[in-house]
């Protein structure tokens, strides 16, 4: 997503990735489970199949929202599969999502399996009827799909926190990423509607809306006058003046506009944090991945935020082991990290997936690509260390996720002691850090000891 990127969990969020627990189960109608892998935006999707299926009167059954974005998600989706109906055998099995859509075959092939939707067809009014006569696989051409349905932009709303898919689909051709196939071409959600969203998440007593999609940074390409996202955000940020903090899920360092640099610039609101889809840092793999930006863009973007915005943090999504990766391109990769002052990585070990460029060109031994992902995340960690040391002593206004836990404007994840009421912003003074997290207390606390 966001112009070929891994998933991510982050917006989490992108983000996108793999999950670290793939499959989070929500119950949804009496009797129904929906089990989803994969990014936030299946996450979000999967809220809108919980009211079809309410809608429907779907009952006693199991949804599968697959993800495509490696094989391992594949695997773990069809192990998934298998387990559910030994646990419940009388249960319809319904799968959908990016897995299903791109091949439906293996999925109508197994015998646990009553019903393939597509992924336009899994948020379509009637999906969930039992309609034996349109057969047991209904997926179309998700490359036909001209437009962001409405029903989507009513989407995953946390405790915490609410998700509005603001665009779907990717114009992109990354040679690794086999997700435009599964999710189609690029379309965008009007301005109007995803104002009046937010308006209505504010209005209900949301503190932070995060903007979602998979290549955020396209909207408005396939709208009239081509509005940029910037235009977007600035115009939720002077529509809707009663909303805390808009947040922006993962971006494509290729597409940042001038619009959004000065809201970055002039808008505290807007949450000074931006995770990009960077994958690499040598210009010979980017260009081997069809990439839309060197070494020296994402070097020059991190630069140009960070002068008009000097709290911001920034995040990245990296994939290790490309094919043709030598240890002097996996350096140069590795010396990005510290380069760009990145402060949170994804790291994905290169997967290669049927269908892409990149499966069929020379690839490198696993134990090669593990060995260097593992060097990645320990940057990472190292990175993150270096970024949490930095907030100590610092008082931040952070958005309280549940009990004890809460989340800096600049994404740093805080456990804090105290009392603070769950999805509202509160100030927490930062003593110190610990597992990956600042430590902190509420400054009334702070204060009396």
């Not at 419940?88 to 939707?117: H, K, N, S, W, Y």
Request: glycine share 8%; proline share 6%; hydrophobic share 45%.
């Amino acid at each position: 997503m966001a112009g070929g990127r891994q998933p991510r969990d982050h917006d989490r969020t992108s983000q996108p990735r793999l999950r670290r627990n793939p499959a989070v189960t929500a119950k949804t109608t009496p009797g129904v489970d929906i089990v989803t892998f994969g990014c936030r935006l299946n996450a979000y999707e999967s809220e809108v199949i919980r009211a079809r299926a309410a809608e429907d009167g779907l009952t006693d059954a199991i949804v599968f929202n697959t993800c495509a974005v490696t094989n391992e998600a594949v695997r773990q989706a069809r192990q998934a599969i298998r387990k559910a109906r030994r646990e419940r055998p009388g249960a319809r099995v319904i799968v959908t999502g990016c897995a299903a859509q791109i091949d439906p075959g293996a999925f109508a092939a197994m015998d646990e399996v009553d019903l393939v939707l597509g992924n336009a067809e899994k948020s379509a009014a009637g999906a969930y009827l039992d309609r034996p006569a349109d057969g047991r696989v209904r997926v179309n051409d998700i490359m036909s799909v001209r437009e962001t349905a409405g029903h989507l932009i009513d989407g995953l709303k946390e405790r915490a926190r609410a998700y509005v898919e603001v665009q779907n689909g990717c114009d992109h051709r990354c040679t690794f990423c086999i997700i435009p196939f599964g999710r189609g071409n690029s379309r965008s959600a009007p301005a109007g509607e995803v104002v009046e969203q937010v308006r209505r998440l504010a209005a209900e007593g949301y503190a932070e809306v995060v903007l979602t999609g998979v290549d955020v940074t396209s909207w408005g390409a396939d709208l009239p006058g081509q509005p940029s996202l910037g235009q977007l955000v600035g115009r939720i940020l002077k529509l809707v003046p009663e909303l805390p903090r808009l947040r922006l899920s993962s971006i494509d360092a290729a597409e940042i506009d001038d619009d959004l640099l000065a809201l970055f610039a002039n808008e505290l609101r807007l949450a000074p944090y931006l995770h990009l889809s960077l994958q690499a840092g040598d210009d010979m793999i980017l260009k081997r991945m069809k990439r839309r930006h060197s070494r020296a863009d994402a070097l020059a973007l991190v630069a140009k935020v960070r002068a008009v915005r000097p709290d911001v943090a920034f995040g990245a999504d990296l994939i290790a082991g490309f094919p043709t990766e030598t240890d002097d391109m996996f350096a140069n990769t590795l010396a990005l990290v510290e380069a760009a002052g990145l402060s949170y990585l994804h790291v994905f070990p290169f997967s290669p997936r049927p269908g892409t460029p990149a499966a069929r060109m020379p690839q490198l031994p696993r134990a090669q690509v593990k060995a260097r992902a593992a060097a990645l995340r320990a940057a990472g960690e190292a990175a993150l260390t270096r970024h949490l040391e930095a907030q100590v002593g610092r008082t931040v206004d952070a958005l309280i996720e549940r009990p004890g836990v809460a989340r800096a404007p600049d994404f740093t994840e805080i456990a804090f002691e105290g009392e603070a009421p769950v999805g509202q912003i509160a100030p927490l003074h930062i003593t110190g850090h610990s597992g990956g997290k600042a430590q902190a207390v509420v400054p009334v606390l702070a204060a009396a000891e």
